[in-house]
């Protein structure tokens, strides 16, 4: 963590004990202790009541707080212009809160934005392999390694294209693996699938569960799209407008063979669709 570790919010509080003195005094040792429940892991970011504007302008976040557990999969769902990527520029540490703070792993986070920003002049091999050069692996382990990652988002027959001979999914990959090659604990995604057609996006939905269950990537993904949160999220976090605050959440018990189409999947995006709604009619009014 980038500051000390607060203790998790869902952490257990020590119990009152009964008959105990209100102040502890000489007796202290006489009482006796009490069985708590393990303390839950220290959570792999924590948003600590977090307001944010910029410059003389409206509040554009207000009070956030939220807690993400190591290895867990968190979608960040709302309107548009509601402040995702505000929040998630904000524990990308491109930004500083106004008001509260953000912790974070000290290795820092990686980031993937809607476009996937290759170097144009570099393969997809070359791409990857300039992130793993500025992370300090050595020259010679380079190739190999970018090679086991661009394996690892399916892309081995397009190692040696450009971005422009790449299809826009293919593209997306490329970013994905150079994502995976800072090897940071975090991968904040913002809408990185937004701009490819549907069958495309379940592909890399296929993919991106299934790095995330390889690596254990703690993953922020950010969507305005509800049947993607439905799809990808463990927990489905629902933000509001004017001010960006959280509004709801959802947790996912079992998300182990979801597809877009699955059942469990309509049956969530219709609920959250319902809030988002309420929400966006809220903010009409
Ligand atoms: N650098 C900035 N300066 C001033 N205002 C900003 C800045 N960045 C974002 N905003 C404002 O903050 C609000 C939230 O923007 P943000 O980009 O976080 O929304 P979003 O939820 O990501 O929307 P979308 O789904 O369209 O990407 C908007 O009103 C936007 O105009
Ligand atoms: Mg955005």
Same mark, same amino acid.
Request: charge should be positive; include cysteine.
């Given at each position: 963590?980038?500051?000390?570790?607060?203790?998790?919010?869902?952490?257990? #509080?020590?119990?009152?004990?009964?008959?105990?003195?209100?102040?502890?005094? @000489?007796?202290?040792?006489?009482?006796?202790?009490?069985? #708590?429940?393990?303390?839950?892991?220290?959570?792999?970011?924590?948003? =600590? /009541?977090?307001?944010?504007?910029?410059?003389?302008? @409206?509040?554009?976040?207000?009070?956030?707080?939220? =807690?993400?557990?190591?290895?867990?999969?968190?979608?960040l769902?709302g309107?548009?212009?509601c402040g995702k990527?505000?929040?998630?520029?904000?524990?990308?540490?491109? $930004?500083?809160?106004?008001?509260?703070?953000?912790?974070?792993?000290?290795?820092?986070?990686?980031?993937?934005?809607?476009?996937?920003?290759?170097?144009?002049?570099?393969?997809?091999?070359?791409?990857?392999?300039?992130?793993?050069?500025?992370?300090?692996?050595?020259?010679?382990?380079?190739?190999?390694?970018?090679?086991?990652?661009?394996?690892?988002?399916?892309?081995? $027959?397009?190692?040696?294209?450009?971005?422009?001979?790449?299809?826009?999914?293919?593209?997306?990959?490329?970013?994905?693996?150079?994502?995976?090659?800072?090897?940071?604990?975090?991968?904040?995604? $913002?809408?990185?699938?937004?701009?490819?057609?549907?069958?495309?996006?379940?592909?890399?939905?296929?993919?991106?569960? /299934?790095?995330?269950?390889?690596?254990?990537?703690?993953?922020?993904?950010?969507?305005?799209?509800?049947?993607?949160?439905?799809?990808?999220?463990?927990?489905?976090?629902l933000m509001g407008?004017?001010?960006g605050r959280i509004v #709801?959440?959802?947790? !996912?018990?079992?998300?182990?063979?979801?597809?877009?189409?699955?059942?469990?999947?309509?049956?969530?995006?219709?609920? !959250?669709?319902?809030?988002?709604?309420?929400?966006?009619?809220?903010?009409?009014?």
């Amino acid at each position: 963590m980038t500051s000390a570790p607060a203790p998790a919010s869902g952490a257990a #509080q020590a119990a009152p004990v009964a008959g105990a003195p209100h102040l502890l005094g @000489p007796s202290f040792d006489s009482v006796t202790p009490v069985r #708590q429940p393990a303390p839950a892991p220290a959570p792999a970011v924590r948003i =600590d /009541r977090v307001s944010k504007r910029f410059g003389a302008g @409206p509040v554009v976040l207000d009070d956030v707080s939220l =807690d993400i557990a190591p290895g867990e999969f968190v979608c960040l769902l709302g309107a548009s212009g509601c402040g995702k990527s505000t929040l998630l520029n904000l524990i990308a540490g491109l $930004d500083r809160p106004t008001a509260g703070r953000i912790d974070t792993p000290a290795e820092g986070s990686a980031v993937m934005f809607q476009e996937s920003a290759l170097m144009p002049w570099l393969t997809a091999r070359r791409n990857v392999e300039l992130a793993l050069r500025l992370r300090g692996v050595p020259r010679g382990e380079r190739r190999e390694k970018a090679l086991t990652l661009l394996e690892a988002v399916n892309l081995t $027959d397009a190692a040696e294209k450009r971005p422009h001979e790449l299809s826009g999914g293919m593209r997306q990959r490329v970013a994905l693996a150079r994502a995976l090659a800072q090897d940071r604990p975090v991968l904040l995604m $913002d809408e990185p699938f937004a701009a490819l057609d549907a069958i495309t996006r379940d592909l890399l939905h296929e993919e991106l569960e /299934r790095v995330w269950r390889s690596t254990g990537r703690t993953i922020v993904f950010v969507t305005h799209n509800v049947r993607e949160a439905a799809r990808l999220g463990q927990r489905v976090v629902l933000m509001g407008s004017r001010p960006g605050r959280i509004v #709801q959440e959802w947790t !996912i018990a079992k998300t182990t063979g979801r597809r877009i189409e699955s059942p469990e999947v309509a049956a969530l995006s219709v609920e !959250i669709t319902d809030q988002l709604r309420k929400e966006i009619r809220r903010n009409a009014a």
